[in-house]
């Protein structure tokens, strides 16, 4: 929901005649909201893009929250990401999430303001310097190029699919544009086009028909470049078993065939049929050392080929690299391999080896306890109990820790972008909130449910307001142990000084009805009464769920990444 309405004379007052206007123009081309915090350095910009009224804007109130919602709104939407915030310490505060957003390759334009262009003023920093450290580009405006500027911006963080820093020198933001400056916009940004060797696609459709138990892995790459169809079709020709990474979710569907997610996440069945796979073919997805299970995934013969617009392979498990849009890959796929005969013999092989029906093997989870040893929540029989209640038309939205191996794991989702995980790439904590923020924004028809820890909430706290006024109807569930779960895990089972890693107990369900949402305390199953009968009133707002959890009840994927620092620290 937008937290401006300009008027029809605003809008009428408004022509493209300033350096501010010139950019917020060529913006709106490419998106509708803008994700903001107001100060010295972006005022006259956003003065701009309230008065033109083609873009929303949604405040927040912490500039991280900017940056980290418009990524959250590009992976709920697929549209660029548009965040701005002022110079300075506001501009160093958003750091962070500009990070996650350059190693998760999401298109986004950061619009800052930046020192004058007589030269820095005693509290400028190297502005560029410091976003090329974290991997984005800046391109800064002039009085003679603001539109060309906001046009390079675009182009560049499309067709590369990166966020890019387009910076407005503080002594030119209001003044007017040069007549240069004004020339026409131009076309729409076109991705470029990268060709497909027919000798080595026809060699790979080859070894997919020669496999015995052949595996699809589709990630995020797949579903963001149209390839869900023709995967779908290619895995039922080659009767090959399919799995996804965690951000590529919901791309197969849930049927005999499907083995939910790869790596840390999968299920033990499924991880066991995944290690059977003799060939796999893996589209879009980076195969880091989450969903490869620390190289453990596959098995020592199977043969790896990875389908990605990258120039090499990402991982050195890969034995062969098919450079490639996904979609035209998989489409030449599916022409090649054909649909006659493929079909049985691959589930043939499947069959043979206690794999020839995998129904529900995402879902093949242990249930828990209903309250754990020490009193607390079991995680496992809160998560599975939250898959029942939560409506169905909902987005998940999570923040880092540990219990991050929960909401994946537990609650099902109907596509990719229905499950954000900002800040998994740079493995971030305090994301959470502004990244429901994004999410209500894209999907205001959709429940929004953000699972987030004590550690995490209490990081990015201010943004619980933003949640409260822009989510229409969300779920927050707080998974709180007292304590920042991941380092409990990790090193206080090390001999490591716990005391730095607890938290004082929180009351967040008192703090959310602060902010103007409901809330309850969840010590027990029984206790999300409370959450259900919120839901069943259809009533608007947010419900802030509490949720006492135990810290003895390790997820699965924890246990693999104490598993592996230890064998690394062995030598």
Same mark, same amino acid.
């Given at each position: 929901?937008?937290?401006?309405a300009?008027s029809?004379?605003?809008r009428?007052? $408004?022509?493209?005649?300033t350096?501010?206007a010139a950019?917020a123009?060529?913006?709106?081309?490419h998106?509708?909201v803008v994700?903001a915090?107001?100060?010295?350095g972006?005022?006259?910009f956003?003065d701009?893009v309230?008065?033109?009224?083609?873009?929303?804007v949604t $405040?927040?109130?912490?500039?991280?929250?900017?940056?980290?919602?418009?990524?959250?709104?590009?992976?709920?939407?697929?549209?660029?990401a548009?965040a701005t $915030?002022?110079?300075g310490?506001?501009?160093?505060? *958003?750091i962070t999430?500009?990070?996650?957003a350059?190693?998760?390759?999401?298109?986004?334009v950061?619009?800052?303001?930046?020192q004058?262009?007589? =030269?820095?003023r005693p509290?400028d920093?190297d502005?560029r *310097? #410091?976003?090329?450290?974290?991997g984005?580009p800046?391109i800064?405006?002039?009085? /003679?190029? /603001?539109?060309? *500027?906001?046009?390079?911006?675009v182009e $560049?963080?499309l067709?590369?699919?990166?966020?890019v820093?387009?910076?407005i020198?503080?002594?030119?933001?209001?003044l007017?544009?040069?007549e240069?400056?004004?020339?026409p916009?131009a076309d729409?940004v076109?991705e470029?086009?990268?060709?497909?060797?027919a000798?080595?696609?026809?060699g790979?459709?080859e070894?997919l028909?020669?496999a015995r138990r052949?595996?699809?892995?589709?990630?995020?790459?797949?579903h963001l470049?149209?390839a *869900?169809?023709?995967?779908?079709?290619l895995a039922a020709?080659l009767?090959?078993r399919?799995?996804?990474?965690v951000?590529g979710?919901?791309?197969?569907a849930d049927?005999?065939?499907?083995?939910?997610?790869s790596?840390?996440?999968?299920?033990?069945r499924a991880?066991?049929?995944i290690e059977r796979?003799d060939?796999v073919l893996?589209?879009?997805?980076?195969?880091?050392?989450?969903?490869?299970?620390? =190289?453990?995934?596959?098995?020592p013969?199977a043969?790896?080929?990875q389908?990605?617009?990258?120039?090499?392979? %990402?991982?050195?498990?890969?034995?062969?690299h098919?450079?490639?849009d996904a979609?035209?890959? /998989?489409?030449?796929?599916?022409?090649?391999?054909?649909?006659?005969?493929?079909?049985a013999h691959?589930?043939a092989?499947w069959t043979? /080896?206690?794999f020839g029906d995998v129904?529900?093997?995402q879902r093949?989870?242990?249930?828990?306890?209903a309250?754990?040893?020490?009193g607390?929540?079991?995680p496992?029989?809160?998560?599975?109990?939250?898959?029942?209640?939560?409506?169905?038309?909902?987005?998940i939205v999570s923040?880092g820790?540990h219990?991050?191996?929960w909401?994946? %794991?537990?609650?099902?989702?109907?596509?990719?972008?229905?499950?954000l995980l900002?800040?998994?790439?740079?493995q971030?904590i305090?994301?959470?909130?502004p990244s429901?923020?994004?999410a209500?924004?894209a999907?205001?028809?959709?429940?929004?449910?953000?699972?987030?820890?004590?550690?995490g909430?209490?990081?990015g706290?201010a943004d619980?307001?933003?949640?409260?006024?822009?989510?229409?109807?969300?779920?927050i569930?707080l998974?709180n142990d007292?304590a920042?779960?991941?380092?409990?895990?990790?090193?206080? #089972?090390?001999?490591?000084a716990?005391e730095p890693?607890?938290i004082e107990?929180?009351d967040?369900?008192?703090v959310?009805?602060?902010?103007?949402?409901?809330?309850?305390?969840?010590?027990s199953l029984?206790?999300l009464?409370?959450l259900?009968?919120?839901l069943?009133?259809?009533?608007d707002g947010?419900?802030?769920a509490d949720?006492?959890?135990s810290?003895e009840?390790v997820?699965?994927?924890?246990?693999?990444v104490?598993?592996?620092a230890?064998r690394a620290?062995?030598?």
């Amino acid at each position: 929901m937008p937290d401006t309405a300009p008027s029809t004379a605003d809008r009428a007052a $408004t022509a493209v005649t300033t350096v501010s206007a010139a950019i917020a123009a060529e913006l709106e081309r490419h998106a509708s909201v803008v994700f903001a915090l107001m100060g010295n350095g972006n005022a006259w910009f956003l003065d701009a893009v309230v008065r033109r009224g083609a873009m929303a804007v949604t $405040t927040v109130r912490h500039e991280a929250a900017t940056v980290a919602a418009a990524d959250a709104h590009h992976r709920a939407s697929g549209a660029l990401a548009i965040a701005t $915030t002022t110079y300075g310490p506001g501009y160093t505060n *958003a750091i962070t999430p500009l990070a996650e957003a350059a190693i998760a390759r999401v298109p986004l334009v950061l619009v800052v303001g930046d020192q004058p262009t007589a =030269g820095p003023r005693p509290w400028d920093i190297d502005q560029r *310097a #410091v976003a090329t450290a974290v991997g984005a580009p800046t391109i800064v405006a002039t009085r /003679a190029d /603001a539109a060309g *500027a906001a046009r390079r911006a675009v182009e $560049t963080a499309l067709v590369e699919r990166r966020p890019v820093v387009l910076a407005i020198p503080y002594d030119i933001a209001h003044l007017e544009v040069e007549e240069a400056a004004l020339e026409p916009a131009a076309d729409a940004v076109a991705e470029p086009f990268l060709s497909i060797d027919a000798e080595q696609l026809a060699g790979v459709a080859e070894q997919l028909l020669e496999a015995r138990r052949p595996l699809v892995l589709a990630g995020r790459g797949a579903h963001l470049a149209g390839a *869900a169809e023709p995967l779908r079709a290619l895995a039922a020709a080659l009767g090959a078993r399919t799995a996804s990474s965690v951000l590529g979710s919901g791309i197969f569907a849930d049927d005999h065939r499907h083995l939910g997610i790869s790596g840390g996440f999968a299920s033990e069945r499924a991880a066991a049929a995944i290690e059977r796979a003799d060939v796999v073919l893996v589209v879009g997805a980076s195969l880091n050392q989450f969903q490869t299970r620390f =190289g453990d995934a596959f098995a020592p013969d199977a043969r790896i080929v990875q389908v990605d617009v990258l120039e090499g392979p %990402t991982n050195p498990r890969v034995d062969e690299h098919v450079r490639g849009d996904a979609r035209l890959v /998989a489409d030449a796929l599916v022409a090649l391999v054909g649909t006659e005969g493929a079909d049985a013999h691959g589930d043939a092989g499947w069959t043979e /080896a206690g794999f020839g029906d995998v129904t529900g093997a995402q879902r093949d989870r242990e249930p828990g306890d209903a309250i754990a040893p020490d009193g607390r929540l079991d995680p496992r029989s809160l998560f599975h109990a939250l898959e029942r209640i939560l409506p169905e038309d909902r987005v998940i939205v999570s923040d880092g820790g540990h219990f991050i191996g929960w909401a994946p %794991t537990h609650l099902s989702v109907a596509d990719p972008e229905r499950l954000l995980l900002v800040g998994t790439a740079f493995q971030t904590i305090g994301l959470g909130f502004p990244s429901a923020v994004g999410a209500g924004v894209a999907r205001p028809e959709s429940t929004i449910v953000l699972v987030s820890g004590d550690g995490g909430a209490l990081m990015g706290i201010a943004d619980l307001d933003s949640v409260v006024r822009s989510v229409r109807h969300g779920v927050i569930v707080l998974v709180n142990d007292a304590a920042y779960g991941a380092e409990i895990h990790q090193y206080a #089972v090390r001999g490591v000084a716990e005391e730095p890693m607890l938290i004082e107990q929180v009351d967040f369900a008192a703090v959310a009805r602060g902010f103007g949402a409901e809330g309850a305390v969840i010590e027990s199953l029984d206790d999300l009464r409370h959450l259900e009968a919120w839901l069943a009133s259809g009533a608007d707002g947010v419900f802030l769920a509490d949720c006492r959890v135990s810290r003895e009840v390790v997820a699965p994927y924890m246990l693999e990444v104490v598993e592996a620092a230890k064998r690394a620290s062995r030598g």
